[in-house]
């Protein structure tokens, strides 16, 4: 809650203890299916507001109903659409009883039905109903997606406290999922809400997922995930070779205000034949900048870094040093055998 005039939202929101207006909502759609237009995107969940404790399924439904009516009815985006629960799709937030399948039924149906232009084959409608979790292919491409039920590893889940080895077996799932798709010679794309190796995520379940990443590093060629709002990357070490990398998690920042920062989007560049990401650029809707326009503009979404050119940065910045510090030694050596 504001405590002064200055902490009060404006027109566009207000990066603070706050969640965007419809408004910026609709720009946010808007930016992403009229300009940037993208072959597919992921959604990564949580689209209820940050009020756990008074929300209800209703609420729950209708913040993810609103969104798909504005992507697909009000700016007819097309293309395929990737989902994963958050945390936040729950009511209570984070509870979500793995070892009771008729408390789950209604919540899942009527998730599946409100996304049911993206979990759509008999297949991935009845493992999402009876788990929350599926698989499905990029068009008819071999990039295979799988999309993981982030309750299933809350820390927070208090229902896992009675058995958290594995609850509805996925990653005995993944595992299967992922070694049809070796055979089969697919790419993988991993999405979930809480990242492995987070907080929020039990260490049981890091664990295994990190296992599962090196085994199969071959054919994993991305991981997306959400939930901490923060722009973020964590990187997980190869099992048994700690100073090698066997996969990267790629955490977006969030659209939301609600930690004190700004609206977030992210692009990322793919190769079409190999499937991996060579790029990513980052988005950001500037909210204090927004809430000066005039009553009929609408606010433009800026590029705020490109990562290519931020690892060419960082080289630059490593090759200053390097030859700076290589100078002392020259001028070391000089001192020491030529004087
Ligand atoms: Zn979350």
Known sequence: MPTSISDTSGKWGFPGKCDIPLRTLDNF????????????IIWTGDNPSHTPWQSNYDEVYNSTQTFVDLL???????KPVFVAFGNHESSITDQFHPYNKTKNAEFLST???????????????????????????????????????????????????????DPFNQFKWLENILRSAEILKEEVF???????????????????FKAIVDRFQNIIKGQFYGHTHYD???????????????????????????????????VFEMDE?????????????????????KNDEEPKWKIVYNANEVKNYLLFIFLIFFFYFFSIFLFYIYLLYFT
């Open 29 to 40: 759609v808007k930016t992403i299916t009229q300009e940037i237009q993208p072959d597919f």
């Open 72 to 78: 697909v009815k009000k700016y007819n985006y097309t």
């Open 111 to 165: 998730m599946q039905l409100i996304n049911k232009n993206w979990i759509k084959t008999e297949e991935e409608k009845s493992t999402f109903l009876q788990y929350g979790y599926f698989t499905t292919k990029y068009l008819n491409t071999n990039l295979r997606i799988i999309s993981l039920n982030c309750f299933l590893c809350d820390t927070f889940n208090f229902y896992l406290i009675k058995n958290p080895t």
């Open 190 to 208: 991993i999405i979930s809400h809480i990242p492995p190796g987070d907080t929020n995520y039990l260490s049981e379940c890091s664990k295994r």
């Open 232 to 266: 973020e990357m964590k990187f997980i070490p190869e099992y048994f070779n700690s100073s090698e990398i066997a996969g990267v998690e790629f955490v977006a920042p969030s659209l939301t205000t609600y930690s004190f920062q700004h609206p977030s989007l992210r």
């Open 273 to 293: 034949d190999t499937k991996i990401l060579f790029n990513y650029i980052q988005y950001r809707l500037n909210i204090t900048e927004a809430n000066l326009l």
